[in-house]
Structures are given as structure tokens and as C-alpha cells.
């Protein structure tokens, strides 16, 4: 056991997928497509392509090539108008479909990807070139299996669903686990799979950017929404232990918390905990991508004549360990919560997860230089009617510093600019909650330009039928000095 | 106002919850009879 200390924040790295294929096979267009079969060719003809993607403003911010304010001033639609950008930022990369599709054969251990052998080999020359790709990830890859074995996947007794890039070409397929149980059917492993590859990427690349032998870490919680697990035990979990061997971390093991889309926030805080009571001495949070939000409000965007833009998978990892002087610190002394008896109003969520906490340290509102809440991206959800999340949350921040009188009634749309931050993050539920900002947060507090940023979201427990309640949860971030 | 009346209180988490609707229409006497909160992100 090591010694206690004041953790801090490492590092922190996002790994995008571009997954035109995988949008059949999203929950609300999987279950159109089953009822109406012929939608299956609007949202083909609506997917954009890998370098509309890889542009895609939003998706430059993610990965910490642009600022998030930058957004602010592009004009809309962003998906018509982004400028040129690279694949690799400083915060992560967005990968194209093909690699994607190769490393889900590649965390593949039970053969449920079956890739055809000249995709397979397609995927290889895509890989091969990969800083975070092994040669034991293109061993594992395989030579892929013959058209016709596909074939004959698809039509035995065992459940299984073809894989098929964006253009509608079939690449293989994917398997159920087992006969008749509906925990271990081909799109649940899909999304599980997908889960674990994107966390596991995301992870490599915040060790390796870090120049962290994966062998130092001792403990992965995984802290996304997929359920793992098999009849039995539905959500029995431990993706997190799943990610840290795909990633290397041989001495570690791992755990999962569920919260929702605040999932990511209580683990930093239980990571935060570990690292300060001496538990362990580095501890990394990983959350995988959310496979069945693609293609989520997909109606809204072919309403509006735009391309289906919930097309890209996105996954997590940050490095939580003692303080080395210089990492942002986590501030455990003043960790915000929704408890129970707060009730359900926006004012009372609010005012737990930044009212308190922040009088707890002694600051006002305007003493945080950003928050970070919910910062779903609002070319995704303006069109069917969701609104501008962000801006909602922003609002009810600066309305409580209003209430508090540290601002002016007036003052509201300046505080939103000084203090919020525009939408940038894919809907990819547990990333797009407050942890979207980390990339820029961690930089920011580094070198200075930032102070203080308070992390806080928001879990629909509620979605789960087994209360009516949502959970929140919040957390500071502070430069080292 | 809604003295007497039923009340289906739809909410949405990023703006007015369902249980605080429901709440502020008890309140002015209404009968509550679904009371939901969606979230759409």
C-alpha cells in the first residue's frame, strides 16, 4: 500500500469511432428498422462520411484540436460548414470505421466477430500503422473467415446480426453468446464490445501520452452504462477489469459504478478517495461508448434535411493518482451531491451540486472559471426538440447566482458566456456529462488560464423504472500550487 | 385555477422535472394522475 495524498487528475484522453454501420444498430433506428424495414434506406442515404465526420467542429473540440469556444461563434450548421481537421488532437483521436470494426474482432475473446477475410485484411493495413496497436492485437485480429462461413452464421441456429460498413457492404457478422439468452444476443454484445474497445483505447492513449507503464496501474473503474452480464446476473459487470487487461495493465484489477450518465463523476470521486486514504496509487476511470444511442434522434435530423449526426462512438479514460505538483487536484473536501430529500426541482439539484459545495470552500459563483455539465451537443438535439441542454443547465446555474445576488437578474447571458461552455459532445450519455470538458480542463488548469472548474452531472435513475428519482453529483477541479 | 381538475405532469430532467410539476399542481389542488419525467439526451 502506498501513502495517502491529495489526488489529483493525470491526464485524460477520448477515443472516437466514426460508426456509420453500427447506426442500424442503435436502439431507437434498430427497433424502426424491425418495424418499418424500408427506413433502413433513409438512414443509409443520410450517413455522412468519414471525412464530414472526422471535420465535424464538435467532434475537433472532443478531441482537443479547437477550443470549445470556438463553437461559440461558428456559424450553424456546423455539420455543413467545419473546416478541414486531422484525425489526432491533443486530447484524442477519431478513428474510421475500419479500425473500429477490427478492434472489436481484436477484444474479441469468444469469437463473436466473425470479419471476412479481406475486410480482415482491409482492417489489418488500417491498424497496422496505429501508435497504441500491438503485434499481438494484429495476431489477435486473425485472417478473418470466408464469405460464405458469414453466410452461414447468419442463417444457424445461433442468434447472430451482419456487420456492414456505411455504405451497406457486409464485413462479417456477429454472434450471440449463447442460444436463447437475450443478455448474451448479438447487439448486446455489440455494445458491450464496443464498450470495452473504446474505453481500452482511450486508456492506452492517456498512458502512453503520459508515458505510463500500463504494468503501474492498480485499479480501472468503469464507469459507463452498458449492462455485462449474462441471465443470471444481468449487470453484473466489471467492465473496468475487462479494459485494464485490453490495455496492459497487468497489476490491476477493476470494479464498475453505475450512476447513469453521472457515473464517470462518482468514480472519480471514489478514485479520488482510493488514491487519498492509500488504498491504491494510481487509479484510472474509464468509460466505453453508448452503441445504442446512435442514430437516437435520428427523425429529428432527417426532418430537418441534415445527415444523421449521432454517427461516432466516443470513449473515456483519466488517471487519478497521488500529487505529483503539478495535475489539477480533486477537491475531496467539497464533493456535491443530490440526496435523497433534496427533491426534484432544477433549483435544489443545482443548488447541491454547486451551491453547497462552493460554500463549503468559501467562493461565489463567479470564483469557477467554468463549469462543466451536460454538454450535449445541440446539432444533435435542437432538431427533435430536445433543446440546447447545455444552455438549460447553464441557466439554472446562473439563476442561483442571481437568487444568491452575486450577479444581476440581467447579468445571466454574460455569466452563461463567462462561465458555461457551448455543446460539443456527442450523445453519448456518461461522456457528454461534464467529463467531455476534461481534456480542455486539465490543460487549462495546468498552464493557468483556468483556476477552478467544477464538474457536475446528472444521472435519469428514473429511466431504470425502480425509483422517480435523478441523481447528481459534483466535483472540483483546482490548479496545483 | 387547478382546483378540481386532473393533472398529467410531463417533465423533462434538463428543464422542470415531473415531480416538481406535479408537485406545484397539487399544491393549487389538482389531482395528479400520471406524473412522468423523460430525459432526452
Known amino acids: 500500500m502506498s501513502g495517502p495524498g491529495r489526488p489529483v487528475i493525470r491526464g485524460a484522453r477520448f477515443f472516437l469511432a466514426h460508426a456509420p454501420g453500427l447506426v442500424a444498430h442503435g436502439s431507437k433506428p434498430g427497433r424502426d428498422v424491425a418495424h418499418a424495414p424500408a427506413t433502413a434506406d433513409a438512414l443509409r442515404a443520410a450517413l455522412r462520411p468519414w471525412a464530414a465526420a472526422r471535420d465535424y467542429a464538435p467532434n475537433q473540440v472532443l478531441i482537443g484540436a479547437r477550443r470549445p469556444e470556438w463553437l461559440w461563434d461558428l456559424p450553424r450548421p456546423w455539420w455543413g460548414a467545419s473546416p478541414p481537421g486531422d484525425r489526432r488532437g491533443p486530447h484524442g483521436e477519431i478513428a474510421p470505421e475500419t479500425e473500429l470494426y477490427g478492434l472489436l474482432r481484436i477484444g474479441d475473446q469468444f469469437d463473436l466477430v466473425q470479419l471476412e477475410a479481406a475486410f480482415a485484411e482491409e482492417a489489418r493495413a488500417a ?47 456477429i454472434v450471440a453468446g449463447h442460444e436463447t439468452d437475450a443478455t448474451l444476443a448479438p447487439d448486446v454484445l455489440l455494445e458491450n464490445l464496443a464498450a470495452k474497445v473504446t474505453a481500452a483505447m482511450a486508456l492506452r492513449a492517456v498512458l502512453a501520452d503520459e508515458g505510463i507503464d500500463p504494468a503501474s496501474v492498480d485499479y480501472v473503474i468503469g464507469s459507463g452504462e452498458e449492462a455485462v452480464g449474462d441471465r443470471y446476473q444481468r449487470g453484473g459487470g466489471n467492465l473496468g477489469k475487462a479494459v485494464a487487461e485490453q490495455a496492459g495493465c497487468r497489476a490491476a484489477t477493476g470494479v464498475d459504478v453505475k450512476g447513469f450518465c453521472c457515473g464517470p463523476v462518482h468514480a472519480l470521486v471514489l478514485a479520488g478517495s482510493l488514491v487519498a486514504a492509500g488504498v491504491f496509487a494510481r487509479v484510472a476511470v474509464v468509460g466505453g461508448c453508448a452503441l445504442a444511442k446512435l442514430g437516437m434522434k435520428y427523425q429529428g435530423h432527417l426532418r430537418h434535411g441534415q445527415p444523421i449526426l449521432e454517427d461516432t462512438l466516443a470513449g473515456m479514460a483519466c488517471l487519478v493518482e497521488a500529487d505529483d505538483g503539478r495535475s489539477p487536484r480533486l477537491r475531496l473536501d467539497a464533493v456535491g451531491r443530490h440526496p435523497v430529500a433534496a427533491g426534484a426541482s432544477p433549483k435544489a439539484i443545482v443548488e447541491s451540486l454547486v451551491g453547497e459545495p462552493l460554500r463549503a470552500l468559501g467562493l461565489g459563483f463567479r470564483d469557477v472559471d467554468r463549469y462543466a455539465t451536460e454538454l450535449h451537443n445541440p446539432e444533435l438535439t435542437e432538431p427533435s426538440g430536445s433543446g440546447d441542454v447545455p444552455q438549460l443547465n447553464y441557466r439554472v446555474i446562473a439563476g442561483l447566482a442571481a437568487l444568491a445576488r452575486e450577479i444581476a437578474p440581467a447579468d445571466v447571458p454574460a455569466f452563461v458566456r463567462a462561465h458555461g461552455l457551448p455543446g460539443f459532445a456527442p450523445t453519448q450519455g456518461h461522456i457528454a456529462s461534464a467529463v467531455a470538458f476534461l481534456g480542455h480542463a486539465l490543460e487549462r488548469l495546468r498552464d493557468g488560464r483556468h483556476r477552478r472548474v467544477l464538474l457536475l452531472a446528472k444521472g435519469s435513475l428514473f429511466l431504470g423504472r425502480m425509483t422517480q428519482m435523478a441523481d447528481g453529483v459534483s466535483v472540483m477541479l483546482e490548479r496545483n500550487d | 385555477m387547478l382546483k378540481g381538475k386532473k393533472v398529467i405532469a410531463l417533465g423533462e430532467r434538463d428543464g422542470i422535472q415531473g415531480g416538481a410539476i406535479a408537485a406545484c399542481a397539487r399544491s393549487a389542488g389538482a389531482e395528479v394522475v400520471l406524473e412522468k419525467t423523460y430525459c432526452f439526451v
Open chain 1, 127 to 173: 491498424l497496422a500503422t496505429h501508435p497504441l496497436v500491438t503485434k499481438d492485437d494484429l495476431a489477435a485480429l486473425g485472417a478473418g473467415v470466408a464469405a460464405a462461413a458469414v453466410d452461414a452464421r447468419l442463417g444457424g441456429p445461433t442468434p447472430a446480426a451482419p456487420l456492414r460498413l456505411g455504405s451497406g457492404r457486409r464485413v462479417g457478422c
